[in-house]
C-alpha cells in the first residue's frame, strides 16, 4: 500500500481523508501493525483508484489462466474469512472462493456496492441477507442478487462454509 500511495505523491494525511480512515490506522496498516478490513481495503484501494489485488506483493496473474497455486490469497483473521481470487485482474468479471470460519461473519453490517454478484455453496450452511430478506444455504444452493442492496454473509454454524461467488464489476 505505502508504495502505491507514494508513487500517487500522496501522503497519509491524503489518504485518509480521501478513504475516510484515520491516518493512524493507516500507518499502522502501513507497518503491519494491524490488518485491515476488508471494507477498510476497498476504500484504500478507492482511493488510491486501484484495485485491492495490487497491495499484493505478487500482484494478481496475468493471461486467461489462474494457477492455485499463483491465486491471490487474502486472509482477514478478524472476521475469520479467506479469500482467493480466481480470475486475473484484468478480467470484467471476479471469480472468488471465499472460506468463512465457524461463527464468523464477514462484517458487522450489510453493505452494499455497484454490480450483481452470485455465488454457490460448496461446504457448509451459509447464512445470508440481502436487503431485508435472510436466507439460509447448504452445499449445491445459490444465490444471485442486485449487489447495490445492503448485503452480509454469517457462519453461524460449528463447520468452516466454503463458497464460489462472482462480481461484476469486480471490486477486490
Not at 500500500?1 to 505523491?9: A, P
Not at 481495503?41 to 496473474?61: C, V
Not at 487474502?74 to 481470487?85: F, M, N, V
Request: proline letters at 5%; aromatic letters at 4%.
Amino acid at each position: 500500500m505505502r508504495q502505491i500511495r507514494e508513487l500517487k505523491g500522496m501522503t497519509l494525511r491524503q489518504l485518509g481523508e480521501k478513504s475516510g480512515l484515520s491516518t493512524s490506522l493507516l500507518s499502522q496498516v502501513e507497518n503491519s501493525v494491524t490488518e485491515p478490513s476488508i471494507n477498510s481495503l476497498r476504500a484504500i484501494a478507492r482511493a488510491l483508484n486501484t484495485q485491492i489485488t495490487e497491495f499484493f506483493e505478487d500482484g494478481s496473474p496475468k493471461g486467461m489462466v489462474v494457477r492455485a497455486e499463483e491465486r491471490c490469497k487474502l486472509r482477514i483473521p478478524t472476521s475469520g474469512l479467506t479469500y482467493e481470487l480466481l480470475t486475473p485482474s484484468s478480467s470484467k468479471i471476479e471469480f472468488l472462493t471465499i472460506r468463512l470460519e465457524p461463527g464468523m461473519v464477514d462484517r458487522a453490517q450489510a453493505m452494499g456496492h455497484e454490480g450483481d454478484e452470485a455465488a454457490l455453496v460448496l461446504e457448509g450452511q451459509l447464512d445470508v441477507w440481502v436487503g431485508d430478506d435472510h436466507f439460509v444455504l447448504g452445499p449445491g444452493d445459490s444465490i444471485a442478487f442486485n449487489s447495490s442492496l445492503p448485503h452480509r454473509i454469517a457462519n453461524n454454524s460449528d463447520s468452516v462454509v466454503l463458497l464460489v461467488t462472482a462480481i461484476t464489476p469486480p471490486n477486490f
